[in-house]
């Protein structure tokens, strides 16, 4: 972001804060149980809106649809791989397909669980909490005969040799946002505002836009298995969408395009579709199955 940024500025005068997170300090917690509403992004937010620090970079699949009051989104840079990736042990180039049956799949993410379950329901899916690294390392030690993260979180780590297999969309869809960064600043603040918007990707911001209107019109965060991809092409905006039973028995898919311009409205027609098709009763089941997760301060 500050090589990004030096593009535009000459010299910036650019100073890196690292905060720690609820998310990043619950390492071995399931996420759901930490609550929906910003576990990565609260703390890094309050320094933002406290003048702490004059602009915030989230990965986007974090940000709340409802961002805290004062702040707004100013860039969406060009989006990293938006897909998941299926990694193995050290000099393993598994598949999902490859897999043994009763093999041992971690992942910290409903989303990829019910989808590994609808794939294949041989398998056992089960909790892998932890940093990238953490995980990695404890694929490699035998906790898990294969785990899946984010490709663009590899990616970015220098990790992409690991990957076995991408998990090929829209057959198998990421989270809304995932693969994006997020700028965020305070909406009072002209001047970092001005110069955060210096990173933004037209394309990015339309295709993000999408998947958080629907993600925003379902009600649902990250107790609920929702994926959604949106894609930009020239002229043209198409998202795809799906709700998914915890065990992955039920899914409800569906697709919309439409242009850019209309990129929220085109991702509120495809939630509207989905609950239309069965994903009203497949929330209603999900919702009914998980407790309420405490909201965090």
């Known amino acids: 972001m500050r090589s990004q940024l030096a593009t535009h500025e000459p010299d910036p005068d650019i100073e890196i804060v690292t905060i720690r997170t609820t998310g990043d300090r619950a390492g071995d917690t399931p996420i759901p149980s930490l609550g ?10 309050h320094a933002l ?36 990736a299926l990694v193995g042990r050290q000099g393993t180039r598994i598949t999902l397909a490859s897999l043994p049956a009763g093999s041992r799949v971690g992942t910290s993410s409903l989303r990829r669980r019910a989808l590994a379950h609808a794939w ?33 979180g590899l990616r970015r780590l220098g990790h992409a040799a690991r990957i076995g297999e991408y998990l090929e969309t829209p057959s198998w869809l990421p989270a809304p946002g995932q693969g994006a960064i997020a700028v965020l600043a305070r909406d009072d603040d002209g001047l970092f505002s001005r110069l955060g918007a210096l990173l933004d990707d037209p ?64 991702g509120i027609e495809l939630a509207r579709m989905l609950l239309a098709r069965g994903g009203d009763s497949v929330l209603e089941e999900v919702r009914a199955l998980t407790p309420p997760a405490p909201d965090h301060p």
């Open 36 to 45: 929906d509403r910003g576990v990565f992004t609260k703390e890094i937010d």
């Open 49 to 84: 809106l406290n003048g702490e620090v004059d602009l915030a970079v989230h990965s986007l699949k974090d940000v709340p649809t409802e961002i805290a009051a004062g702040l707004r989104i100013v860039a969406v840079p060009p989006r990293e791989d938006p897909r998941d």
């Open 120 to 152: 294949r329901p041989d398998l056992q899916i089960v909790e892998a909490r932890g940093n990238v690294d953490t995980r990695l390392r404890r694929v490699d030690a035998g906790d898990y005969d294969a785990i899946i993260l984010a490709a663009a």
């Open 203 to 266: 394309g990015a911001r339309a295709a993000v836009a999408a998947e958080r209107a629907l993600l925003h019109e379902l009600e649902a965060g990250c107790q609920v298995p929702v994926g959604a991809l949106s894609l930009p092409y020239p002229g043209g905006l198409r998202i795809w969408g799906l709700i998914a039973s915890p065990d992955g028995r039920r899914v409800v898919r569906g697709d919309r395009t439409g242009v850019p311009a209309n990129a929220a409205t085109l």
